[in-house]
């Protein structure tokens, strides 16, 4: 596999690389809609599909150390390094890319950028989502600093769930409860939500998944608007000299 940095992969590898995203978040989005199906039935399930902090804390008292750590563990990092190979290949190219097309978000993200250089190490650890992960990438920070903290902070993440949720047992259980008790209402509750982000994405030009579709296209559109600024610029410089 090609992993030099900036120097994006033959396609077929991108599109796998792409793939695996999608299915992931697809999976996340499922996780999303059978919640209050499959919570107090299949809570190992749950964490499989989404594996964020909240259905973490629902599973944890009803499984085994063993599977809630394996299980969580493996779903926390399984989409972590594609992401970092996305930014990678594409990270400072789509930041860049990104900042042109958009005046109102592209100060935010540049800022961002600056930030994050600044605060990446502790954000690694704590915080590993998508867009940390590609960033990591994007501004240098190495494989092997990004493993290392993306996988002691998942551990970490998980033995502090773990606790609180023996802490917290018997509120979490009513929750339970309480979602089993209402568990059709909520499933069509789920589902509109799902539908209203799957809508949402398919919808918006700049979605994440567009983004991740069209990331070829922004190195050829990136140099179109380069040479069109720099063309701008030598006519303004051609006027200027004419004028004096």
Request: glycine content about 8%.
């Amino acid at each position: 596999m090609q992993v030099e940095r900036g120097n994006p992969p033959r396609k077929w590898i991108l599109r796998t690389i792409i793939g695996l995203v999608i299915v992931s978040q697809g999976a996340a989005l499922l996780g999303d809609l059978f919640l209050a199906g499959i919570v107090d039935r299949e809570p190992a399930l749950l964490i499989a599909l989404n594996p964020r902090n909240r259905n973490l804390a629902l599973a944890t008292t009803q499984l085994s150390a063993g599977v809630y750590y394996a299980v969580g563990f493996i779903r926390l990092v399984a989409s972590d390094p594609l992401y970092y190979l996305l930014g990678y290949w594409y990270g400072e190219r789509a930041i860049a890319w990104t900042e042109r097309r958009s005046r109102t978000y592209g100060p935010l993200i540049r800022d961002g950028e600056r930030l994050f250089r600044r605060a990446s190490l502790p954000l690694i650890f704590a915080a590993p989502n998508n867009i940390i992960c590609a960033m990591s990438a994007a501004t240098g920070v190495k494989l092997r600093t990004f493993i290392a903290l993306n996988l002691s902070g998942t551990v970490v993440r998980l033995i502090v769930i773990r606790q609180l949720g023996e802490v917290f047992q018997s509120p979490i259980e009513r929750v339970i409860d309480l979602i089993a008790r209402y568990r059709v209402p909520l499933l069509i509750l789920s589902a509109v939500g799902v539908a209203w982000t799957i809508f949402g994405e398919f919808r918006s030009k700049d979605s994440e998944l567009e983004t991740l579709l069209h990331l070829d296209d922004q190195e050829g559109e990136a140099e179109g608007e380069g040479e069109a600024e720099a063309d701008g610029e030598g006519d303004a410089e051609a006027d200027r000299e004419a004028n004096t």
